[in-house]
């Protein structure tokens, strides 16, 4: 239900072993150019290149060219060594939803933090205007990931998010500085990307194809709870769409064994619904719980009589490289952290 998206922008080779999927010699790697697929294994010495290009000499020869192809430069007299894609700065490979991905008329992802230009606590595609990051990054950022959606805006249309059931309707860009203050957002204006920036709550991406509107929604416990997603469900009904037309999505959030609660937490929940028991598990610690996020979302969304659900719900604690935290940061006395962003747009 769930898949990385293909890189679509060129990478580089570098040192490392990697595994192919196609190959079963280890360290082969698969390489699409604009010459056709090849796999490179070894160095010089040794090289073997197969498919794509046709007609080319063996060994050392074949490999300079792929290279020359690729408009890499290659050292005279070169290591032998094993190859792998480095990723290289222009990858973006989001996570996507089957159901949200066989969409007509619809692109979405929810973007990991890999394939950006931001350096330190923020590498590499923080998107978050909120952090301390570089300004000119985080717009940088933010532009690849709407080139990346077929925007033609140079920017994904996000909230100044507030924890809230609170849901805006848009129909052009806003002012970076004058953002709503809101935690869904709804539209059906073509090429418009909008989205939800998160660091352990959970993203909610929503269309319908028939109507051509679609939906972002900023899940944290706060929102769940209070009812963010059917304000956000509603706000795309008064644009046309339909409850049984919709598809929905929900994206990388902190997993239950990385989310410890204490008691007033998990009393919250029962005072409003003691069924909500069910989400929490007995913690590691005395008078500590272990909250279900992606469950409690995945629960609200079928409670809003969508049918067609799917999670695409890694752990954002836990993968460090792929995504940003805030309780990591925080557990590591970190003085700021990035923001991941989930986007969808009416193509």
Same mark, same amino acid.
């Given at each position: 239900a769930c898949r990385r998206a293909q890189a679509k922008t060129p990478g580089r080779l570098s040192g490392g072993e990697s595994p192919c999927a196609n190959n079963k010699e280890p360290g082969a790697t698969t390489w699409e150019s604009p010459c056709g697929s090849a796999r490179v294994r070894g160095g010089l010495a040794g090289a073997r290149v197969c498919g794509g290009l046709a007609g080319a000499p063996p060994c050392a020869v074949a490999i300079v060219g792929l290279l020359q192809c690729l408009n890499l430069l290659l050292p005279i007299k070169a290591p032998a060594t094993q190859f792998q894609l480095d990723p290289g700065p222009l990858m973006l490979t989001p996570y996507q939803a089957d159901n949200l991905s066989m969409t007509p008329g619809i692109r979405h992802g929810f973007f990991t933090r890999q394939g950006g230009t931001s350096a330190g606590l923020y590498?590499?595609?923080?998107?978050?205007?909120?952090? #301390?990051?570089?300004?000119?990054?985080?717009?940088?950022? *933010?532009? *690849?990931?709407?080139?990346h959606l077929g925007s033609h805006h140079g920017d994904v249309q996000t909230l100044y998010q507030v924890h809230s059931a609170g849901v805006v309707i848009v129909e052009a860009m806003a002012d970076r500085d004058t953002l709503p203050k809101a935690?869904?957002?709804?539209?059906?204006?073509?090429?418009?990307?909008?989205?939800?920036?998160?660091?352990?709550?959970?993203?909610?991406?929503?269309?319908?194809?028939?109507?051509?509107?679609? %939906?972002?929604?900023?899940?944290?416990? #706060? %929102?769940?709870?209070?009812?963010?997603i059917e304000a956000t469900v509603k706000a795309m009904e008064s644009l046309g769409a339909e409850r049984g037309r919709i598809e929905a999505a929900y994206g990388p959030t902190i997993n239950q064994p990385a989310y410890e609660v204490g008691a007033e937490f998990h009393d919250t929940f029962a005072a409003d619904d003691p069924a909500n028991a069910r989400f929490f598990g007995r913690g590691a610690h005395a008078g500590k719980f272990q909250f279900d996020l992606p469950g409690f979302v995945h629960h609200k969304l079928k409670a809003s009589s969508l049918t067609r659900v799917e999670a695409c719900a890694p752990c954002t604690y836990r993968n460090e490289s792929l995504f940003y935290s805030y309780r990591r940061s925080t557990h590591r006395k970190e003085a700021d952290y990035g923001r991941q962003i989930s986007a969808i747009v009416v193509a």
């Open positions: 590498k590499t595609l923080n998107c978050g205007p909120g952090s #301390k990051d570089d300004r000119v990054a985080v717009s940088d950022n *933010r532009a *690849r990931v709407a080139e935690d869904g957002l709804v539209t059906r204006t073509k090429g418009l990307a909008i989205g939800i920036l998160t660091a352990d709550c959970c993203p909610i991406l929503f269309a319908d194809p028939q109507a051509k509107v679609v %939906g972002a929604a900023h899940a944290g416990w #706060k %929102g769940a709870l209070g009812g963010v």
